[in-house]
């Protein structure tokens, strides 16, 4: 089993920055990304950024690109995901994921990919 808890999330104004971590921690050997999700107050779980394990590749969506990055420390088994100029519209529960199967990348921008998911941690902008 694989447990994750994410971390970091808060209050923040308009133009600020958070860092969220996520730790991994279980038997996460074998997985193939982990992703960045978020979910807004009546809006569907959204796809925000993921890291590739074996090759270390990123792929951010396009509206926090320039924005957010995601990175890892290996030793840690820890993901994070660095945040700046956050906006009002960023106010979401976000959700750290792992998937441990070999998906396209294509795929890995879905839901439905990621088996493992951590409790999430609220991030919210004030404008």
């Known amino acids: 089993q694989v447990q994750l808890v994410e971390s970091g999330g808060g209050l923040v104004q308009a133009g600020g920055s958070l860092r969220l971590s996520c730790a991994a921690s279980?038997?996460?050997?074998?997985?193939?990304?982990v992703g960045w999700f978020r979910q807004a107050r009546g809006k569907e779980r959204e796809f925000v950024a993921n890291?590739?394990?074996?090759?270390?590749?990123?792929t951010i969506a396009d509206f926090v690109k320039g924005r957010f990055t995601i990175s890892r420390d290996t030793a840690k088994n820890t993901v994070y995901l660095q945040m700046n100029s956050l906006e009002p519209e960023d106010t979401a529960v976000y959700y750290c994921?792992?998937?441990?199967?070999?998906?396209?990348?294509?795929?890995?921008?879905?839901?439905?990919?990621?088996?493992?998911w951590g409790q999430g941690t609220q991030v919210t902008v004030s404008s």
């Open positions: 994921a792992l998937s441990t199967t070999l998906s396209s990348p294509s795929h890995l921008l879905q839901v439905t990919s990621y088996s493992f």
């Open positions: 890291i590739r394990w074996g090759i270390s590749r990123t």
């Open positions: 279980g038997r996460t050997i074998s997985s193939s990304a």
